[in-house]
């Protein structure tokens, strides 16, 4: 086994690790989709050489280029490292300063098959949020870090270290970017082709910079929003009996059902994968589980009459459940909803972000990387399904905000009616996001989980 000493000790070529396989037992990132020609194939095969000596390259260029045909991108799956990877007492890690022992920390924190999402692509939540862009960037960085002075400072670039730079104690001890994808190229397409090169990464807030802690990170502010969504749209500060419905149990989104239950209302939280579903069940953020739409009714209905909290995980897509309430209030004009959101990720809704319900989890995975254009069809048709049925239930008296993960601007790409009724501009959304109308006055008053969030983003 691999020891905190062997990790920064540098990138391992001499001798090569031997080559490792991904692990069939853990949840891994769809393929991405590349559309490189021949000469960007190679000059992303080359960005990845650059961290090696010239004499391994004959060895590892050609595992590279499997690698992003195979995955849409290179992860070094050779470097794996082999070390129980997890947030180890600061003590532990061979540094020669407590700030660079602490990043080291977050880092392994980050990567910890218990908290990340995609654990052997570097994927902390949110289907891209990566840590690094690749295995190389780690070792790179546990050995800059292992050599940090208080008063040197780490500069990274989308997952690249640029290397150890003077400064002083009072300085960072490390300053981080990601993304930064000029304007002009900021389309879907050409982030994706900068990713596939290995020149730019998705960071998220708390994954590329190495602070993420799992869902506890918004459980506080997701359930202030809750209640004041029962205090400002259905005028009870208790919300027994009352249903939230909503989708996601990834990383940041695993927080809904424990703010649902904190906030005294019946919380049903759809997911597809089911490693996310159990994985949250195991970890206690949702109590019980259902994997049939009648049989999630069927416990809805029941936990609203009882009035107690409840957790409520459906493993399924959140359409399907969408239509079947749907489906139970024109046929007995019983709406089992009270308040409806969505915290899928929809900021990248073609790439493992957003399933359509029109395929199973695993088909969706194949027409994802075989047929790109046909899966972000059914993704847009399904996106129009899930508004319409959300629409009429809130036609029906439910209330629905948007949460902020580009739901509603990716509906309204792919021809969802989620324009406000009136607005001839057709620029304002027909439903208000929580930001805005739910937490409002939180904000101003300076109260809440926006100090801890302010700490965990920072």
């Not at 019983?334 to 959101?341: K, P, Q, S």
Request: aromatic share 10%; proline share 6%; charged share 20%.
């Amino acid at each position: 086994m691999t020891t905190l000493q062997d990790i920064c000790a540098g990138l391992p070529t001499n001798p090569l690790p031997s080559p490792r396989s991904r692990d069939g037992s853990l949840p891994h990132a769809p393929t991405r989709v590349t559309n490189l020609t021949n000469e960007e194939q190679q000059l992303a095969v080359k960005n990845a050489l650059r961290y090696f000596p010239p004499d391994s390259h004959e060895v590892l260029a050609p595992e590279f280029a499997a690698e992003l045909i195979n995955f849409g991108h290179i992860y070094m799956y050779r470097f794996l490292p082999a070390i129980d990877m997890r947030a180890y007492p600061l003590r532990e890690y061979p540094a020669k300063c407590e700030s660079a022992a602490a990043i080291m920390h977050m880092i392994m924190n980050n990567l910890d098959p218990r908290v990340a999402q995609f654990p052997q692509e570097l994927v902390t939540y949110g289907g891209n949020g990566q840590v690094f862009s690749n295995w190389a960037q780690f070792y790179l960085v546990m050995n800059y870090l292992s050599e940090m002075t208080e008063e040197q400072t780490l500069v990274m670039y989308s997952g690249h270290p640029l290397g150890l730079f003077p400064s002083s104690e009072r300085s960072p001890r490390a300053i981080i970017t990601n993304g930064m994808v000029i304007p002009n190229y900021s389309s879907r397409e050409e982030y994706d082709k900068l990713f596939a090169l290995g020149v730019t990464m998705y960071g998220q807030m708390t994954a590329g910079s190495y602070c993420y802690i799992g869902p506890q990170g918004i459980v506080h502010g997701t359930t202030i929003t809750v209640m004041n969504a029962g205090r400002k749209y259905l005028g009870n500060s208790n919300l027994a009996g009352k249903v939230l419905l909503t989708s996601g149990l990834g990383g940041m989104s695993g927080a809904q059902a424990k703010a649902a239950v904190i906030a005294g209302c019946v919380g049903v939280i759809a997911e597809v994968s089911q490693e996310a579903v159990y994985k949250r069940l195991e970890q206690g953020w949702v109590m019980e589980v259902v994997n049939d739409v009648s049989d999630c009714i069927a416990r809805i209905r029941s936990a609203r009459i009882q009035r107690k909290p409840l957790s409520l995980a459906y493993h399924g897509n959140i359409v399907d459940l969408w239509e079947g309430l749907l489906q139970q209030y024109k046929m007995t004009g019983e709406r089992l909803v009270d308040m409806g959101t969505d915290q899928t990720s929809c900021h990248n809704p073609f790439n493992g972000g957003y399933y359509p319900v029109q395929l199973d989890f695993e088909d969706a995975q194949v027409v994802m990387k075989e047929d790109p254009s046909q899966f972000k069809k059914l993704v847009q048709e399904s996106l129009r399904r899930q508004v319409a049925a959300i629409n009429e239930l809130t036609d029906a008296g439910m209330y629905f905000w948007d949460y902020g993960n580009a739901f509603l601007l990716e509906a309204r790409r792919a021809g969802a009616d989620v324009t406000k009724p009136g607005d001839v501009s057709g620029i304002s959304f027909r439903y208000p996001s929580y930001v805005q109308d739910i937490m409002g006055d939180i904000f101003s008053l300076g109260f809440g989980p926006f100090s801890s969030a302010t700490v965990r983003d920072r």
